[in-house]
């Protein structure tokens, strides 16, 4: 029972530089691969978090030497890198990583077969149409459910140019 609260010193100023290592290397590694690794999380984005975050803890608590988390990182820093290049250089190869917007609500009508597919709910769609301000539903041009899970409001435009939802598919 004593362990379970402390072991000894000198395991615990090991993890204590672990952790701060650790932190450092990641530190660095988030910083050269870019803003990606910091984006907001699409399901890719999400198993790459997690992944990090796993490895880091293995990192401070000792269960891999900090060469191997640091080796560990750069990999899953690495095929995050390529796998956004490749996404952006195929679109085939993007829909399959990334998976596409999903169009759930247009012009006043509730889009049932896919809400059915995102897993939505009518209320769930109100509840972000009044995040955005909205009483009038009328006034909605589209509500989309965005590659990493948030829903978008889009308002109704009086403009016949260009819109943000020229690369979604309105019969899904």
């Known amino acids: ?31 050269i691969s870019g803003k990606r690794t910091l984006a907001k999380l699409t399901a890719f984005d999400f198993v790459v978090t997690v992944t990090l975050g796993s490895t880091l803890s293995s990192m401070v608590l000792g269960k891999v030497t900090l060469a191997e988390g640091a080796a560990a990182l750069a990999i899953i820093i690495g095929l995050q890198y390529i796998l956004a290049w490749t996404a952006k250089e195929s679109s085939t190869l993007e829909k399959i990583i990334n998976s596409s917007p999903t169009m ?17 709910t009518r209320e769930e769609i109100y509840s972000e149409i009044r995040k955005y301000r909205m009483l ?32 979604i598919d309105k019969d899904e």
């Open 1 to 31: 029972m004593k362990e379970l609260l402390f072991k000894d010193w000198e395991s615990l100023w090991h993890v204590a530089v672990c952790a701060l290592l650790a932190y450092l290397i990641l530190f660095l590694f988030i910083r």
């Open 104 to 120: 759930v609500f247009y012009r006043g009508e509730f889009l049932e077969e896919a809400m059915k597919k995102e897993v939505l």
């Open 136 to 167: 009038d539903v009328d006034q909605v041009e589209a509500v989309i459910m965005e590659l990493n899970g948030e829903l978008t409001v889009i308002k109704k435009s009086t403009s016949s140019g260009h819109t943000s939802l020229e690369d």
